[in-house]
């Protein structure tokens, strides 16, 4: 058993805290948001992340877990400090570290005992060292014994839980290889491959497999506007692909092109740091290009069906970025909208979880209570996120509702033949139409 902080809640922080303290740890989470540890406090969550609830629930009770705002009671005991604040986008798509510098200053003014500084942040490479400087400077005339690990969080937003049980890897970077045997041995009952590496390399393997991630998501995108043309099924097209043990089958569904809270930051920072050290991130472009021209192309494809967009109902299922959450960071869904608003579409939406979080950037928009209300009137219907809620609509019904029976499958979710069977006209991403 060993004291675990965990700084910063969110995503990263709150899952890390909880399933550490699953594992057998005390873990004190802290974040400087105060609303937010209140609400931890009562029991609610400030995201949605399926079987989080019951399991903070279980580890508080249990007395592993607890939640403060305070820097000297969530650091007094602690072995390891987790750093697992955000480093969103900042200029020119460098990542923004002021998050990661202030808690660096907050350890450096309130720890007094040995301790080992995990960082689980997504940062630049070279941040590790960055962080150390900044904790020794602070420290001048009055040393702290102290390490710096990188330790990069590859959990998925809505399978979070699992994905930390169970990793593919864990990943450990660092000058001090007693300290990165120390981190390991809280995941040593994860029985996953640990790699442990120096600083900078475990920082770029983040990078690395994030940008890697988006690439393919972005080759089978390509590829599917290039089936589009030609009359082939992208759908099996990856299956066919996949079943190759060299390349294998997941990432491979194409649809709107990836979003979320890393993805597009992350792509964005690796680009960053490859200019500023002199090399030219072609491909990383490229990448990023074809994600952005997946949405101008749905609304393309739109224009030229519907004759304008110009007061169009248009209704779109799904505005989170993926389905089982409730983040909508960089969603395609709402890129999607903004672009049909802009050529005078009038917006009818509906999302399971993410409507609370949505409605701030919708102004706009009519935000519905279930697939049906949206489908009323609407001259097209967008699927946008693949949540399980919408793969057994009653399409009778929507048929009957809708006033133009168009149906734009933004995640090659439904049946063509079914749809069109019922009269829709059907349009998918990469399948003839
Ligand atoms: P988030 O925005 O959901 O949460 C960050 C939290 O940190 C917030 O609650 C904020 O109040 C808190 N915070 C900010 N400054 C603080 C400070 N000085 N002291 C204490 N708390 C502070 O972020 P997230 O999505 O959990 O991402 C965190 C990091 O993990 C990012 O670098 C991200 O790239 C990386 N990451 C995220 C995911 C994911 O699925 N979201 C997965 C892997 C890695
Ligand atoms: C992603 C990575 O998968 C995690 O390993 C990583 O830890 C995390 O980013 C991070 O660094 O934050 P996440 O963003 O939660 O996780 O979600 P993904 O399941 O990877 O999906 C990202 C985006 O790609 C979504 O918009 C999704 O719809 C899209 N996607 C995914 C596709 O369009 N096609 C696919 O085949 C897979």
Not at 196 to 219: C, G, P, Q, V, W
Not at 390 to 408: A, S, T, V, W
Request: include cysteine; hydrophobic fraction near 45%; proline fraction near 5%.
């Amino acid at each position: 058993m060993s004291n675990i902080c965990v700084i910063g809640t969110g995503y990263v922080g709150l899952v890390t805290g909880t399933c550490f303290a699953d594992l057998g740890n005390k873990v004190v989470c802290l974040d400087i948001d105060e609303n937010r540890i209140e609400k931890l406090k009562q029991g609610i969550m400030p995201i949605y992340e399926p079987g989080l609830e019951q399991l903070v629930a279980q580890n508080v009770r249990a007395g592993r877990l607890s939640f403060t705002t305070s820097y000297p009671e969530a650091l007094k005991d602690a072995e390891f400090a987790f750093i697992a604040v955000g480093t969103p986008s900042g200029v020119d798509g460098e990542a923004d570290l002021q998050y990661v510098r202030a808690v660096a200053e907050a350890i450096a003014d309130h720890v007094d005992h040995p301790i080992i500084v995990v960082n689980k942040s997504t940062v630049p490479v070279g941040t590790g060292d960055w962080v150390a400087d900044i904790i020794r400077k602070r420290r001048a005339g009055r040393p702290l014994q102290f390490s710096v690990v990188s330790n990069p969080e590859f959990l998925r937003e809505g399978s979070a839980i699992h994905d930390f049980m169970n990793p593919d890897r864990v990943v450990l970077g660092s000058l001090d290889r007693e300290a990165a045997s120390k981190v390991a041995q809280l995941y040593l009952t994860l029985r996953c491959p640990i790699l442990i590496t120096d600083l900078r390399t475990a920082e770029m393997i983040k990078y690395a497999s994030n940008a890697f991630l988006a690439t393919r998501i972005s080759f089978i995108n390509e590829i599917a506007t290039i089936c589009e043309e030609l009359g082939a099924d992208v759908r099996q097209v990856a299956i066919g692909m996949g079943l190759d043990k060299r390349i294998g089958p997941a990432f491979l569904d194409a649809g709107l092109g990836w979003g979320g809270s890393c993805f597009p930051k992350d792509v964005k920072a690796l680009a960053h740091m490859a200019v500023l050290h002199g090399s030219n991130p072609q491909l990383l472009q490229a990448v990023m290009e074809i994600n952005r021209n997946m949405r101008r192309r749905v609304v393309m494809r739109l224009r030229k069906a519907l004759g304008t967009l110009n007061e169009k109902v248009i209704g779109v299922l799904g505005l989170s970025f993926k389905p089982n959450t409730d983040d909508i960071r960089e969603a395609p869904a709402l890129e999607l909208i903004h672009l049909m608003e802009n050529e005078g579409a009038l917006i009818r939406a509906y999302d399971p979880q993410a409507m609370e979080n949505a409605r701030p950037l919708l102004p706009k928009a009519i935000l519905c209570a279930s697939p049906y209300e949206v489908a009323e009137g609407a001259d097209a219907l967008v699927l946008a996120t693949e949540w399980n809620e919408f793969k057994q609509l009653d399409f009778e019904r929507i048929y009957h509702l809708m006033r133009n029976p168009l149906i734009m499958d933004g995640r090659n979710l439904w049946d063509p033949e079914h749809l069109r069977s019922l009269g829709f006209t059907y349009f998918g991403i990469g399948r003839a139409t």
